[in-house]
């Protein structure tokens, strides 16, 4: 194959020209053998201008008649020089209003590319730059002659941008889309777009790149804002706790605040919680806050004593009774605690104490979600939140069938254990300034407690634990001759010692209701602390169960 034979097979007329702008082949129509003027035509110029770009150039030459003709003027390389040019002619020839409406597209396709707030970036099928806009520098650190006529995987390399989204087209044949990072730091949301020929090969890629850094910027500061806001909440919400919890629970030992942690923790679930420990360690204080704490805490928070109520009205206190449902029954019906608590919380203390029968028809609550009341036909629903309390153990109850293994196990979702008081000795000091505080502001005194007896205090066994030493507090207030108490009035009314009747003084008038109701309070209390149940306490009183039932929900024992 020779170059003539090349030559021949182009249908574009066609000069061939040296170095030296001599023709060394020509090939023209007739048209422009009339209207072309060779020996006017000045081929150094394009033979000139070729060779200082080494690049396609474009050219426009008046004909005779006045018409423009397009040259395309192409270099001739061998061995890296420029040894030739072939101008090729006649790709389309314009009169004078065809070739400023073609100026102007072009001018403005210029205008466009370069003032695009996007970088508009032209690879050819090779992924060899053909065409960047101005934007570049500033986002890539290189002018536009920079990048022109580079491998897009050179620059990948250099790490100009990473990853080449020309690449990815050609490697996928497809749109991409992708987020880019250049050697300069910034990011870029990028386009790429291929574009194909008649047989689907591509032969350019057209990528448009958007800076997001400032938005990128923007929002990691909204995030970060985000993040110190969530933390502030978190610390208001703490403070709020703490301020809540600080007037009902009185503690500065790690074990308690373990405990608080522990109900701040689960007070946002609505899950059940099982709150155990001995006696008088503040079980129902701790279930309060959980339900202050939670999402309910606008809502009714019920509680009911298991112990402190007959077995045969205990069903009708939880479920409510219909109209006529048994003999005695009030005449419109009653509404079960359970329906009271409804998008509440519903707190059963000493539910170890609940029959088994009840314990049943509990589970089944559970479960179910809905209570059916005494000689009622219908189901309620309802949604309640409940939290159980017992000081005894529930899984020795199970082992021995006292209580229902299932209902233990639907209970003691979230177990909460309080120390016993004298295991947490260092609280006894501000638990006494508190109950001194109230105490006195009751009784309209002014007593304190000295150093050596309260460290006196903090070595009782304390087996009523908070409720023991609160009612302790009291008694000294009220009985103690001087207005500081010693070791000797505590010894003398010390924990887990009644005064007998006999021993009781009197240093000042008080009203005899009020007498009465203290010492009301304190049989009672040891009462309970000693027969444990309602019916024994009735027993040893020799009262009927319901009064004593009656006086200790009075009292709040």
Not at 113 to 140: H, Q
Request: proline residues 3%; contains cysteine.
């Amino acid at each position: 194959m020779n170059i003539q034979s090349v030559l021949d097979a182009l249908r574009s007329p066609y000069v061939l020209l040296d170095v030296k702008g001599t023709i060394r082949a020509i090939s023209l129509s007739d048209y422009l053998a009339e209207n072309f003027e060779l020996e006017n035509a000045d081929f150094q110029q394009l033979v000139d201008s070729a060779m200082e770009e080494k690049k396609v150039k474009f050219h426009s030459v008046t004909l005779q008649d006045n018409s423009e003709l397009l040259v395309q003027c192409n270099p001739v390389m061998e061995y890296g020089q420029v040894v030739g040019v072939l101008c090729i002619l006649g790709g389309a020839f314009y009169g004078d209003a065809e070739l400023d409406e073609f100026r102007n597209t072009s001018l403005d396709l210029k205008t466009i590319f370069e003032s695009s707030y996007d970088v508009i970036y032209v690879s050819d099928g090779e992924g060899v730059t053909l065409r960047v806009s101005s934007a570049c520098e500033e986002i890539w650190g290189k002018k536009p002659e920079e990048l022109v006529g580079r491998s897009v995987l050179d620059l990948e390399k250099e790490g100009i941008y990473r990853p080449s989204v020309t690449r990815l087209v050609l490697e996928s044949r497809e749109k991409v889309r992708v987020i880019q990072k250049t050697k300069t730091g910034r990011t870029l949301l990028v386009v790429g777009t291929p574009v194909k020929d008649k047989n689907g090969k591509i032969v350019r890629v057209i990528n448009a790149s958007r800076d997001i850094t400032e938005i990128g910027k923007l929002r990691e500061e909204v995030q970060t804002m985000k993040e110190m806001m969530e933390r502030y909440k978190q610390e208001i919400s703490r403070l709020r706790l703490h301020e809540s919890s600080s007037s009902k629970l009185i503690y500065r030992s790690v074990a308690m605040e373990k405990v608080v942690n522990q109900a701040q923790k689960i007070s946002g679930f609505d899950t059940t919680v099982l709150i155990t420990g001995e006696s008088g360690v503040g079980k129902d204080v701790v279930a309060s806050l959980i339900h202050e704490w939670s999402d309910r805490s606008g809502q009714p928070f019920v509680k009911i004593n298991c112990g402190a109520i007959p077995e045969s009205l205990l069903e009708s206190e939880l479920f409510g009774y219909e109209p006529g449902a048994f003999t005695g029954a009030q005449k419109g019906g009653k509404t079960g605690l359970f329906e009271l608590a409804h998008l509440g919380t519903l707190f059963l203390d000493e539910v170890a104490e609940l029959p088994l029968t009840l314990q049943v028809k509990l589970l089944r609550v559970l479960q179910e979600k809905e209570i059916r009341r005494i000689g009622g036909l219908r189901s309620i629903p309802v949604d309640v939140r409940l939290i159980a309390a017992t000081n005894r153990n529930l899984e020795k109850l199970v082992e021995q069938g006292a209580f229902r293994e299932d209902l233990y196990y639907r209970l003691n979702v979230f177990p909460i254990w309080i120390p016993p008081l004298r295991k947490r000795v260092e609280d006894i000091p501000l638990l006494v300034h508190h109950f001194a505080v109230k105490f006195n502001e009751r009784y309209g005194l002014n007593k304190s407690f000295s150093v050596e007896a309260i460290a006196e205090l903090q070595k009782k066994p304390w087996k009523g634990n908070v409720r023991e030493l609160q009612n302790l507090v009291e008694r000294l207030i009220i009985s103690s001759d001087e207005p500081v108490i010693r070791v000797k009035d505590v010894n003398h009314f010390s924990a887990g010692k009644e005064p007998s009747p006999i021993e009781i003084k009197i240093h000042r008038e008080v009203p005899l209701k009020e007498a009465v109701g203290a010492a009301e309070k304190a049989i009672l209390e040891f009462a309970k602390k000693k027969y444990g149940t309602t019916s024994g306490m009735a027993k040893a009183l020799e009262v009927d169960q319901s009064t004593v039932s009656r006086k200790l929900r009075k009292y709040s024992l």
